[in-house]
């Protein structure tokens, strides 16, 4: 079964850090591209970060750039969104998810050609 296990996540003031871990099982991520999305209440699902598969190419929202980085460890199976300097604006829950070694992390962030599976969420809470 392929799936994602995801963990990190948590309450942070504004100003701090989180680190998000998306763990893959029952497939290889190195043959895929990886990108994380967020949905905050009310809003659109939206893109924060894709890494692709081939080169380590990195795609960053302008709401994220600058802040957030996200990076893979082949060896590890796994996926990390590093968040810096979170802000309240930030806070939502994020999933993470994968598509096809031949989706660009444009075609996967902005496009949303997704092609699953999900993680199960982790939820991110900026707060004074």
């Known amino acids: 079964q392929l799936k994602f296990v995801q963990s990190g996540g948590g309450l942070v003031h504004p100003g701090g850090s989180l680190r998000l871990s998306c763990a893959a099982s029952?497939?290889?991520?190195?043959?895929?591209?990886i990108g994380w999305f967020r949905q905050a209440p009310g809003k659109e699902h939206e893109g924060v970060s894709c890494?692709?598969?081939?080169?380590?190419?990195?795609y960053y929202s302008d709401s994220v750039k600058g802040r957030f980085t996200i990076s893979r460890d082949n060896a590890k199976n796994t996926v990390y969104l590093q968040m810096n300097s979170l802000k309240p604006e930030d806070t939502a829950v994020y999933y993470c998810?994968?598509?096809?070694?031949?989706?660009?992390?444009?075609?996967?962030?902005?496009?949303?050609?997704?092609?699953?599976?999900w993680g199960q969420g982790s939820q991110v809470t900026v707060s004074s």
């Open positions: 998810t994968a598509a096809g070694l031949w989706v660009t992390v444009q075609g996967l962030c902005v496009d949303k050609r997704i092609q699953g599976p």
């Open positions: 029952g497939f290889t991520l190195d043959d895929y591209a």
């Open positions: 890494i692709s598969g081939r080169d380590g190419n990195a």
